[in-house]
């Protein structure tokens, strides 16, 4: 009974490791979208200034495409969150649970907890 509780226990170590590894990454897109914005921002306004104020039709509709794209991508605009939590599946924690075999018992339902 001892093993079998300890295997729950380490499904559920498993899942925690794998929501925080998720919100991890998640977290780094938005780090790497917001750099991305930055970048197309600087561009935009390096575009301005070779202009000095004086850009034609065509290069401000390019301006206007890239700063609202910048816009939409910038998770400071848009909302920074985090990531829904990848569900408990076999699949998903097997990484995480080194040579446990996922297979050792009835898998956990998402209402039941070990202990």
Known sequence: MRRKQRW???I????????HDNRLKAL??????RRKADEIRSLCSAVREH???GVNDETAEWL???EAHADSIDPVGTGVALSPDPPPSRQNLEPYLGSRNTFDYPWPSANRRSG
């Open 64 to 66: 206007q495409l890239a």
């Open 51 to 53: 202009a000095n104020g």
């Open 12 to 19: 559920d170590q498993a899942h925690q490791k794998l929501i």
């Open 28 to 33: 780094e897109r938005q780090l790497e979208a």
């Open 8 to 10: 729950y226990e380490a």
